[in-house]
């Protein structure tokens, strides 16, 4: 049995989760190759013209899996932690990539509330049903998932400079270097380091989220939000780029949030979408660089 395993989205944060699940139930995984411009334009015309760019991203990455799976691996996430949430367009998202893409195999969509153990546990019986009845293989396979999932799940190495910047956003924005236009990249030939939100402890993010008046709802605006203010707090970089998604709901409360936190710490927000060009982009990029030279 093959399952399709679209690169997109939370793929970048959970791959080893997912992969390690299935292959322990006996299939043969399928993931669909790094984001292009043949998979960028595919999802552009397959998905609704109000949504994301990441959003059409994964469109695009479901749909090069037509034909080459006999399943496709698409749970409906719900949420992350106790009583809080993620983007609401990935609760929507099996209806908008099963109305919009023709031709799809049958998809394994169970919700997930990956809350606790035994919401997981909820979600992995009903998503291994569909390639095992035995109930202790899938419970095996979600522990061998979890355990591959918590090895792998580090701070990438940066190579040590004199100016070093956080590079923050959705996961599948600063990791998909077609998406982010090759950022990692470009800062290194502009003589600048980078640190992700990995680098932050969730204890010291937590501490910064309790402080304000009223606590979001969404998981990751917490992360993200949390991570920029203590790279400042601790000196951990010398400015912040966010990658923000064009039209994404939550970018836009997290960024104020950003911004008012800051105060007059330097901060460039790169907007992401299918027209954003790279000339206008390595521009503000080389003279946020420049800045933060500068200042030193």
Known sequence: MKVGVP??????KY?????TFLEELGAEV???PPTGKAILDEGVRCCVDDACLPMKVFHGHVAWLRGRCDMVLLPRIIGLREKEYICPMFCGLVEMVSHSIPGLPPLIDAPLRA???QSLTRWALEAGSALTTDKRRIRTA???????????THAPETAARAVRVGVLGHAYNVSDSFVNMDLRRKLDELGVGVITQEAV??????AEVSLLFKRPFWTLAQEYYGAAAVMRAKG???????LSSFSCGIDSVVTELIQ?????????ILKLDEHTGQAGFDTRLEAFSDMLKRRR
């Open 115 to 117: 809350t606790d153990r």
């Open 7 to 12: 690169q997109g989205l939370l793929y970048t």
């Open 201 to 206: 402890s969730r204890a010291d993010m937590e």
């Open 15 to 19: 791959h080893r989760f997912a992969k």
């Open 142 to 152: 979600l522990s061998a998932a979890l355990e591959r999932q918590r090895d792998g």
């Open 30 to 32: 399928v993931v669909s």
């Open 236 to 242: 951990m970089a010398d400015g912040i780029i966010y």
């Open 260 to 268: 008012h936190r800051l105060g007059d710490f330097p901060l460039l």
